[in-house]
Structure formats: structure tokens, C-alpha cells
């Protein structure tokens, strides 16, 4: 495969996802494969997909339905499906979508440049294994970024088992990579021009490794110079170590940002969903976190409608949230998946779980906008990633993970400052730059 070939990647879901999807592209650039974003163009479309939003799978069919076309104009194109999806899914996939030519799962995308080479031959292939070896050490070295901020998957997979939850099944189970090959591929990240780094993870604070938990490997990598910034994400509460809530405290470069999932206020149903903790032990931990770094922003992710929640269950998550008070939040009517434990139980009327979570929604962009319109006057620094519409305007991200807009002419991408903030919109903040 000498010339070029353009390869078009559709991501859903997650920053793990997002992550995956530059390491596939990398992967498959050592076979001459080049981006595009355009899937009319392309030699090769690959949806890497996500199970965990309501009918994931039957977005992908249907996405796959719309590629049709394409195919039928241009045999020769190339279509595969990677990720969660992919490994939920399997032969279902060349079963019903005879235009597919590959399935990968998550954990075996590194024999994408294999499996590519044998469809060459007429052969649909799939892999969906659990690989002995790391997959890691199989990808091709990070390629120079776009921007000032990366991903680094730090650990994988999930032992938890919410009753909800497809990532056990779909990502196997939690394996944290090596200490050293994280801080080489940190350096090397920094070296190609990033300033900040989000360290992924389905249970990113059980990652532990060389006798280090995640607060350890954080204050290493603070120690990288030319590393400004360090966030991680996702966490579970039951994994939030004396070590890191301290690092909050005592690590600058640990932005003042914590998305810390609970899905629900109410005892009975945490303990439905096999959640191992409670709502007075979140809050608690809450506490502990808030003592160490007192202006941390916390974010979370609720489920409403859980099978069982009653009119009480429903009351004790608002008064959670009331209690923590949560700078913005994910939430989502629950909605069964294939092979979990809670998939066996009746669900609620849909009227019903519409109702409630409309009601959590409004009091959670509350909270959001209170957060937000704080800020104003506020000084904060800001990453600047890329150029905003206007002329001489950038955009960045603040302390806080709130988008930015900057008035300042000569600016770059990958500049850090101070800015003062001036307004809150519904979305984003804007504010004047006064240093660096």
C-alpha cells in the first residue's frame, strides 16, 4: 500500500473513545492510511462505537444503513466497526450488515493493519477477543498533535459491575498500564508541543502500579516540565484514595476539576445498583475532598428511573444534589442493556422517568448557571486551544473546564494565561486576558 489512502473515523461516546480513535488512525497510517472528514472520500470508514446511551446499537446499524450507498457505488470501500459495540455485538454485525468487512473490539485494535490486510483478499474479519499481550505495546509512537491538550489512557476495563453497566463485559477486566511506560509517553506527548494531559480511565483512580496509586503518578508527572496541566476522568467514589484527595491540595498542576459519579441519592437504590457505597458516605467523601482544595468544581452523573425508584428514591437525589451542589452534571433516564443483572427487572412507565428527569435536569442547569455566573470576576488561567470565530479572538479552557472566549490579538494555540472573567453565557464563559 504505497500511495495514500484516506480513512474517515466516526467516534461515539466517551474520551476513552476519542483516545482509541487517534490510536487507530496512527495504526493505521503505518499502512499509508491518511484522515479525512469527509466518509464520501474516504478508502476506509470506521465507526468506533459506544454501548452505554440508550439503543447504541441500533445507532450503529442505522449509521451503517446510511453507508450503503457507498458501498454499493465503490465495492472496493473499506467498513469496519470497533469498540464497545463492536464487542457487544460480534457476528451479529457481519450477520445483518453483509456491507461491514471488520469488527474489532476495544482491546484488539492494535491488528487493525492485520485485519485490514486480509480483507484485502475478499475475507470479513473479526477479532474480538481479550488479548494476553498489551496492546500498547503493539501501537506505533504518538504522532505530533493538533492542539495543546491530549488523552492518555492510563488504565482499562471496570470490576465493579453495576448493575446497569455493559463496561465489564465490553472492556474487560481493570488493568492499569506501567508506571515508566506512562511517564515516557507523557514526555513524549509534552515534547511534541502539549501542555495538558487528561489522564483516562473507566476507573481511572484504581489505577496503581510500581507501588504508586493515582495520586503518586500524578505528582510525577507534575514534575515534567513544560507540563502545565494534569486532569483525569472517569472516578469511582470507592477509589478516591487519601493519596489523591491530598493531591488536590498540595499539586497546582491538578486543575481544580473532579467529575465524580454517584448515579443516585437514595441507599436502597445504590445498593440495587450494586454500587458499593451510600449516599451519606459520598457526601462524605464530598467533605474530605472540598477540605483539601475548597474551590473544586465537582461534576456527576445521575441515572433516573432506575427499576424500583420510587417517589421517595427520586427525592433523596435531589436532596443529594441540593447538598453537594454540582457545577454541571450528565443524566439519563435508565434504559436496560443486554446481560446486565438490571436488565432482568420490569422498567418504569416512560411518562414517568420523562417527568423526573426533566425535574433533575432543571435543577442541575440551576446549579450549573449559579456555578458559571460565579466566575464572573474571577481570575483564572486558560489554555488557549484554538482560534474563536471572531477576528483576533481565542478559545480555551479554563481551570474549570469551562469554555473561554478571549479578545487577544497575536494570541496562539497552546499559550497559557490569566484572564479576568466579564460574562457567563449558557455554555461558556467570556473574559479579557490581564497576564500570563
Given amino acids: 500500500m504505497s500511495e495514500s489512502r484516506k480513512l474517515f473515523i466516526k467516534t461515539y461516546g466517551c474520551q476513552m473513545n476519542v483516545y482509541d480513535s487517534e490510536r487507530m488512525a496512527e495504526a493505521l497510517g503505518a499502512k499509508g492510511y491518511v484522515l479525512t472528514e469527509v466518509a464520501e472520500e474516504a478508502d476506509m470508514v470506521l465507526l468506533n462505537t459506544c454501548h452505554i446511551r440508550e439503543k447504541a446499537a441500533e445507532k450503529v446499524y442505522s449509521d451503517l444503513g446510511r453507508l450503503r450507498p457507498l458501498k454499493v457505488a465503490r465495492p472496493d470501500l473499506k467498513i469496519g466497526v470497533a469498540g464497545c459495540v463492536a ?114 480511565g473507566q476507573n481511572v483512580n484504581a489505577w496503581s502500579n510500581d507501588g504508586r496509586g493515582l495520586g503518586g503518578l500524578i505528582r510525577e508527572l507534575a514534575r515534567i516540565d513544560g507540563l502545565e496541566r494534569l486532569r483525569y476522568t472517569t472516578s469511582h467514589p470507592n477509589d478516591m484514595a487519601d493519596d489523591l484527595i491530598e493531591a488536590h491540595g498540595q499539586e497546582p498542576k491538578l486543575m481544580p476539576y473532579l467529575h465524580l459519579p454517584v448515579q443516585s441519592g437514595s441507599d436502597r437504590i445504590l445498593k440495587a445498583m450494586n454500587r458499593k457505597h451510600t449516599a451519606e458516605q459520598y457526601l462524605r467523601l464530598v467533605e474530605r475532598i472540598r477540605a483539601a482544595r475548597p474551590d473544586i468544581l465537582l461534576t456527576s452523573d445521575f441515572i433516573v428511573g432506575f427499576p424500583g425508584e420510587t417517589d421517595a428514591d427520586f427525592e433523596a437525589t435531589l436532596a443529594l444534589i441540593r447538598a453537594v451542589g454540582f457545577g454541571s452534571a450528565f443524566s439519563f433516564k435508565y434504559s436496560a442493556r443486554p446481560g446486565t443483572p438490571a436488565a432482568e427487572k420490569p422498567e418504569l412507565p416512560a411518562e414517568l422517568c420523562d417527568a423526573r428527569l426533566q425535574t433533575l435536569q432543571a435543577l442541575l442547569g440551576e446549579q450549573q448557571r449559579a456555578a458559571q455566573a460565579a466566575m464572573v470576576g474571577r481570575e483564572l488561567g486558560v489554555l488557549y486551544e484554538k482560534a474563536g470565530r471572531l477576528p483576533g479572538q481565542m478559545v480555551g479552557k479554563s481551570d474549570y473546564l469551562h469554555a473561554v472566549h478571549v479578545e487577544d490579538p497575536g494570541a496562539r494555540p497552546g499559550d497559557l494565561v490569566r484572564v479576568r472573567i466579564t460574562a457567563s453565557g449558557p455554555n461558556s464563559l467570556a473574559g479579557e486576558r490581564i497576564g500570563v
Fill in 87 to 200: 464487542q457487544a455485538e460480534g457476528e451479529e454485525i457481519l450477520r445483518r450488515m453483509p456491507l461491514v468487512d471488520l469488527v474489532v473490539g476495544p482491546q484488539s485494535y492494535h491488528r487493525l493493519p492485520d485485519m485490514l490486510e486480509r480483507t484485502e483478499g475478499g475475507a470479513r474479519v473479526i477479532d474480538t477477543d481479550f488479548p494476553e499481550e498489551d496492546k500498547f505495546d503493539h501501537l506505533p509512537e504518538r504522532k505530533a498533535l493538533r492542539g495543546p491538550t491530549a488523552f492518555l489512557t492510563v488504565q482499562e476495563g471496570c470490576d465493579k459491575f453495576c448493575a446497569f453497566c455493559v463496561v465489564p463485559y465490553t472492556r474487560g477486566a481493570e488493568v492499569s498500564r506501567p508506571f515508566a511506560r506512562l511517564m515516557s509517553e507523557a514526555r513524549a506527548l509534552v515534547e511534541k508541543g502539549v501542555r495538558e494531559i487528561t489522564l483516562l
